[in-house]
């Protein structure tokens, strides 16, 4: 029988739990949000089925980019600045989608906002859980 150590209450290891679930879940939602809306953008837009599917191919591209970088920028800037870059990269690449008037350029600024609160937001939330040796008050720390 495994011995645990439940020094957090439950609804404190709930809210985190529940947290990191959130921030999973905006992350997929952010990479998927495009296919059902597909049909109607690629009406809109002209595109062929190559063409649409690599507008899923570059948000993928900067999805995984950005996750490749989280650990550099967190641990260079510290929560604070990298919840300000964050915002101002998500700005910033919204600002370069809007104004894209080729089809390279939507597809590489959809690369870039992928990328943007992927690398910063996502493992910030995972990092800072309340006890660094306990994992969400599972009770697995040292004995």
Not at 73 to 87: F, K, P
């Amino acid at each position: 029988m495994i011995e645990t150590n439940n020094d957090m209450p439950f609804n404190t290891a709930l809210k985190w739990v529940l947290f990191i679930a959130a921030l999973f879940l905006l992350n997929f939602l952010g990479r998927i949000i495009f296919g059902p809306l597909m049909p109607v953008i690629r009406e809109e837009l002209g595109l062929t089925h190559a063409q649409a599917g690599s507008i899923f191919l570059m948000i993928g591209v900067g999805n995984a980019a950005g996750l490749l970088c989280n650990g550099l920028v967190s641990r260079r800037l510290g929560h604070r600045r990298t919840v300000a870059l964050c915002s101002l990269l998500v700005g910033l690449a919204s600002l370069l989608v809007s104004t894209s008037t080729d089809f390279s350029g939507i597809r590489s600024s959809l690369c870039s906002l992928a990328s943007s609160p992927a690398s910063t937001c996502l493992g910030r939330g995972i990092r800072h859980r309340p006890d660094p040796e306990k994992g969400l008050g599972q009770g697995h720390g040292r004995s």
